[in-house]
């Protein structure tokens, strides 16, 4: 075999060099790659209720816009609740700013009383005080308004993939035809982020219910709120409940004591611990084959990248890359060894995972050719239309 034109190292330089260019213009395109980006996502964990429609004999595009209509009005609901949380807060806020100035100043008595300065505490009285922290939250609206345009932008989107997607089985038959591996990955990558969206959301709904009913429980002012806000956080992997424990906890603190607030934190990580921490990502890793690590790593990486969009879309975004630059080229297939949640889901496709294909063995090895490669849905076809080899001639005895 013929030596490479650069050395490795060189190669690996320019790859890195060509990353960056990408990321950079994801940057600048964030307005424009997080609508379309949430909209396919959408239409991707709707098409079960195409699919099914479908096959109670229905033409194939009321399928597609009975999922686009389902998308939307999911859409709108979630948008309406986060708006309606947000207000909420900010109208209730203001009754508790004597609360929260006598906390804060015994706060600071408390840490004079371990030698921090009287001008130290000054200073942090002037910048920190109730009235900023409304104000925060004032911005936090006027942020939940100004995503109007973003909104828009996935609406528009949605509403135009649910018109092509009557269609896409024929192009992809196109795709499939010339470019098997990639096809592979684009199906693979829908079962795994439909997958991904759809338990997240019914995991991200019982934390809600049960958390909002235990700091109702507790008297904890605007449990409704929390929940929202429980139920959006359950999006972003590892950290969400993290996020969503704070609010309600300094709401607790604030109107009933510390010890209550102590009950909010308890009862908010033993959920966490045993839906998130346990249940959620063997349900979750069995289908999208991300180790937590990844999954955490994502978060931080494609905030960066997208801003706060980033961290909601970090898991779907990583499978999109796993499944184009890794899954699709059997010479990088070894990084899932690193990617994966466990060895043998660095080796099987989200499908396989799943369960849906039932004629391929569990751990495909039975599959494999002799590159080790498991043969695609679309390579089937061409093996099976391949001509029988001739018979090997008779041995002449000697």
Request: aromatic residues 8%.
């Amino acid at each position: 075999m013929s030596n490479p034109v650069l050395p490795r190292g060189i190669l690996l330089l320019i790859g890195l060099a060509a990353a960056w260019l990408v990321l950079a213009g994801l940057q600048e395109l964030a307005s424009l790659v997080v609508p379309v980006f949430l909209a396919l996502n959408l239409m991707i964990a709707a098409h079960p209720l195409a699919a099914v429609i479908e096959r109670a004999g229905a033409p194939r595009v009321l399928g597609s816009i009975a999922a686009m209509l389902a998308v939307l009005l999911a859409l709108a609901a979630f948008f309406l609740s986060i708006t309606w949380a947000v207000r909420t807060l900010v109208l209730e806020l203001p009754g508790y700013s004597d609360s929260f100035d006598a906390l804060l100043q015994s706060s600071l008595d408390a840490l004079a009383g371990v030698g921090v300065s009287q001008d130290q505490i000054s200073t942090w009285l002037a910048q920190f005080n109730f009235s900023s922290l409304f104000g925060l939250l004032n911005q936090a609206l006027s942020s939940v308004s100004a995503i109007g345009a973003l909104v828009a932008a996935a609406v528009a989107t949605i509403i135009f993939f649910g018109m092509d997607a009557a269609g896409l089985p024929e192009r992809m038959a196109v795709v499939e035809r010339t470019h098997p591996r990639f096809a592979h990955a684009l199906v693979d990558f829908s079962r795994a982020v439909r997958t991904y969206w759809i338990v997240t959301t019914v995991f991200g709904v019982v934390v809600a219910v049960i958390d909002g009913l235990a700091l109702w429980a507790l008297g904890v002012p605007l449990p409704a709120v929390w929940a929202v806000l429980l139920f959006v956080c359950n999006y972003i992997p590892n950290i969400g409940f993290l996020i969503a424990m704070v609010p309600p906890t300094l709401m607790a603190l604030l109107a009933q004591g510390p010890w209550t607030a102590a009950l909010v934190v308890a009862v908010c990580v033993v959920v966490a611990m045993l839906l998130q921490g346990l249940v959620q990502p063997r349900v979750t890793g069995r289908a999208v084959g991300l180790a937590p690590s990844i999954s955490f790593l994502s978060v931080l990486f494609w905030s960066w990248v997208l801003g706060a969009a980033g961290a909601l879309l970090s898991v779907p975004m990583t499978l999109l890359v796993k499944e184009l630059f890794l899954d699709a080229d059997p010479s990088a297939r070894w990084l899932n060894a690193f990617v994966a949640d466990t060895p043998r889901a660095a080796v099987e496709s989200p499908s396989e995972r799943i369960g849906e294909r039932a004629d391929e063995p569990a751990d495909g090895t039975a599959a494999d050719g002799p590159t080790g490669e498991g043969v695609s849905d679309a390579d089937a076809p061409a093996a099976a239309s391949a001509p029988p080899a001739p018979p090997a001639a008779p041995r002449t005895p000697r």
